[in-house]
């Protein structure tokens, strides 16, 4: 079977298995503290991707979310929701992430956004694309003139949005990280800054990025993989500024 037509079908199709239950959880729960959520919509988006993985792929590995760490060669990389508590709130930035990784090099990446309809993918050494149309990194190389977004990082994002605030155009913050990512790939943002994030939130959206153009680094400036913690995805050209003003906030958070 051709893994990334198997991808996007199974995203689009368990994306709109989400957006029936969008907004309308009953029951919400907590893992390591009251803002780390996860819902039994979660867990069912989950049990879908892996067991279509297990059917399709059954000598293949899975690391995912909610629990499930295997080893092995071939493993898929599996974010069944990124952005939870968006989609707890009825808020349109969540997305489904699904990365096939080879000897630890990432292979494929899928990222699907289902209130838009966005389905970004790339193929190692294939380019990056949205919806069956090419996409690249934005040219931009004045920070005046870039968007970029991060995550929510206790003692780190504050920092951050304070030392960007008069060099940037805008940032935000869209409680998806994956997302987030991928729209660095397309031109959207122009960087994206991920601090003590696990491998299912980025692994499909490095290699979306760099099919496109793009950089990602982690906060030291060395090239960014699966086992790495914290990320710097950007159109290259303003990534070395960018970074510099990420490693001091680093040192000082």
Request: charged share 25%; proline share 2%; net charge neutral.
């Amino acid at each position: 079977m051709d893994r990334l037509d198997f991808a996007i079908k199974l995203l689009r199709k368990v994306g709109y298995f989400l957006l029936q239950n969008w907004g309308k959880v009953d029951r919400v729960f907590t893992k390591s503290d009251f803002k780390d959520l996860v819902t039994d919509i979660d867990k069912e988006s989950q049990r879908i991707i892996v067991e279509s993985i297990k059917k399709n792929f059954p000598d293949e590995h899975i690391i995912a979310e909610e629990g499930i760490y295997e080893k092995g060669d071939k493993i898929w990389i599996v974010d069944p929701i990124d952005g939870t508590v968006n989609f707890v709130h009825g808020l349109p930035s969540f997305s489904i992430s699904l990365a096939y990784v080879e000897k630890g090099r990432i292979v494929l990446g899928v990222v699907h956004v289902p209130v838009t309809g966005e389905t970004f993918y790339a193929i190692s050494g294939e380019g990056a694309y949205m919806n069956g149309e090419r996409i690249n990194v934005s040219k931009r190389k004045n920070l005046k003139e870039c968007v970029g977004s991060t995550g929510n990082y206790p003692g780190f994002t504050g920092r951050l949005i304070l030392s960007l605030d008069n060099r940037v155009r805008r940032i935000r913050i869209l409680g998806s990280a994956a997302a987030s990512a991928a729209y660095v790939g397309a031109g959207k943002f122009d960087f994206f800054v991920a601090k003590r994030i696990n491998p299912w939130d980025v692994a499909a959206s490095m290699l979306i990025v760099r099919e496109s153009g793009g950089k990602v680094t982690d906060f030291e400036g060395s090239d960014a993989n699966i086992d790495s913690r914290s990320f710097l995805f950007s159109n290259s050209l303003i990534h070395d500024e960018v970074l510099n003003i990420v490693k001091t906030i680093s040192e000082e958070s």
